[in-house]
């Protein structure tokens, strides 16, 4: 090994180092809170567009949540109104069945009154005939 030139302090070398050491120490601490502090911009940056972005998903779902409720709502407005309209119907279809039955019952019974007077005029005529 080859000895240190005449003019080497080994001191000085030593405070020389330290004295680099340390300004790179300070200079790593320097970057160290920007980046820290950037980080924590990002951060809040980031947690900000997240709240927002919750906030505009909660309100789609609660529009949809609202769109369906309605959509549900018209559909059983509709169902009951379509269910209305065929009791309606059934009960003008009953009511219709029933007067045709009062007819028919009714044209039965002329028909039978006027053949029972009939065979009883017959019948009155026939012991004239023979009575008489």
Same mark, same amino acid.
């Given at each position: 090994?080859?000895?240190p030139?005449?003019?080497?302090?080994?001191?000085?070398?030593s405070?020389?180092?330290?004295?680099?050491?340390e300004?790179?120490?300070?200079?790593a601490?320097?970057?160290?809170?920007?980046?820290?502090?950037?980080v924590?911009?990002?951060k809040?940056a980031?947690?900000?567009?997240?709240?927002?972005?919750?906030?505009?998903?909660?309100n789609?779902?609660?529009q949809?949540?609202?769109?369906?409720?309605?959509?549900?709502?018209?559909?059983?407005?509709? *169902?009951g109104? %379509?269910v209305?309209?065929? $009791?309606?119907? @059934?009960r003008?279809?009953? !009511?219709? =069945?029933?007067?045709?039955?009062k007819t028919?019952?009714?044209?039965?019974?002329?028909? *039978?009154?006027? %053949?029972t007077?009939?065979? $009883?005029s017959? @019948?009155?005529?026939?012991? !004239?005939? =023979?009575?008489?």
């Open positions: 090994m080859a000895a030139p005449s003019e080497y302090d080994p001191a000085a070398a405070a020389s180092v330290t004295a680099q050491v300004r790179l120490q300070a200079a601490l320097t970057h160290v809170t920007s980046i820290n502090q950037k924590g911009t990002v809040q980031i947690l900000g567009k997240a709240g927002v972005e919750r906030t505009n998903i909660q789609a779902v609660g949809q949540k609202a769109g369906v409720s309605a959509g549900f709502s018209e559909r059983r407005r509709q *169902f109104q %379509q209305d309209e065929e $009791r309606q119907a @059934m003008a279809a009953a !009511d219709q =069945e029933h007067e045709l039955l028919s019952t009714a044209q039965k019974l002329e028909a *039978f009154v006027t %053949q007077e009939t065979h $009883r017959q @019948m009155h005529e026939k012991l !004239d005939e =023979e009575g008489g």
